[in-house]
């Protein structure tokens, strides 16, 4: 159980283009999802933190209008790169967390999108 | 906020060694902590995590400590072996303030 999926795995866009990345828990039902973002050899920065029904939580430094988040079930939250740019280019994990079964996060398999 | 301290960024062992990766963190009232292997490309795996209400906790090969009072907890991997070779990173929240906060990673080498 617990199982994460992300689609796409990769996407390759134009720039100024927008990308939007889904997010499932597979079996069972996630309140609150994450959204990371992976430069290579380096660590997980969370972006945002995805709740079921209402806004999503952005940490410093991240553009809300540029990545959009929607969590519409209990098992689907998306993430929309919009008008993206080099720099954009990275890997991107969710996580989700069972809901009311604590603090564990699973994460889905990461989506790396190349903006060219 | 919370900062975790991750050491060493890199560790190579031989085949059967044993493996130690330590992480501080800063916020007394961070209580739970995981630890994630992840090879390259592929998804973050929870490998083990422990509660401020335990001291140590072993699955097989693997074991975590945690020290509240010093604030630091490490993974112990004993008789390595090549497939245990990945990036291992540890984290550290509070209950309730669900965020995670990862340290930066330990890549690790078993040799055979």
């Known amino acids: 159980g617990a199982v994460v999926s992300q689609h796409p795995s990769w996407v390759i866009c134009k720039s100024g283009t927008s990308v939007k990345i889904e997010c499932r828990s597979l079996d069972f039902q996630a309140t609150t999802m994450f959204w990371y973002r992976q430069f290579p050899k380096q660590s997980l920065m969370l972006m945002a933190t995805?709740?079921?029904?209402?806004?999503?939580?952005?940490e410093q430094g991240v553009e809300k209008d540029k990545f959009l988040i929607n969590h519409a079930s209990l098992t689907l939250s998306t993430l929309t790169v919009t008008s993206a740019h080099p720099e954009d280019s990275s890997f991107y994990i969710c996580?989700?967390?069972?809901?009311?079964?604590?603090?564990?996060?699973?994460f889905g398999p990461g989506t790396r999108l190349l903006v060219l | 906020g919370e900062n975790v301290e991750q050491h060493p960024s890199t560790l190579s062992v031989q085949e059967g060694d044993s493996a130690v990766i330590k992480c501080t963190y800063s916020?007394?009232?961070?209580?739970?902590f995981p630890w994630y292997k992840q090879e390259l490309g592929k998804r973050p795996q929870l490998i083990i995590d422990i509660r401020s209400n335990v001291g140590e906790k072993k699955d097989q090969r693997i074991a975590v400590t945690l020290n509240k009072t010093a604030k630091h907890f490490s993974l112990h991997i004993t008789e390595t072996q090549p497939e245990d070779s990945a990036v291992y990173f540890c984290?550290?929240?509070?209950?309730?303030?669900?965020?995670?906060?990862f340290g930066k990673g330990t890549m690790l080498l078993v040799s055979p």
């Open positions: 916020d007394s009232a961070s209580n739970y």
């Open positions: 996580s989700a967390r069972r809901t009311g079964a604590g603090e564990t996060q699973y």
């Open positions: 984290a550290a929240s509070r209950s309730g303030y669900s965020t995670l906060t």
């Open positions: 995805s709740n079921e029904g209402s806004k999503a939580t952005y």
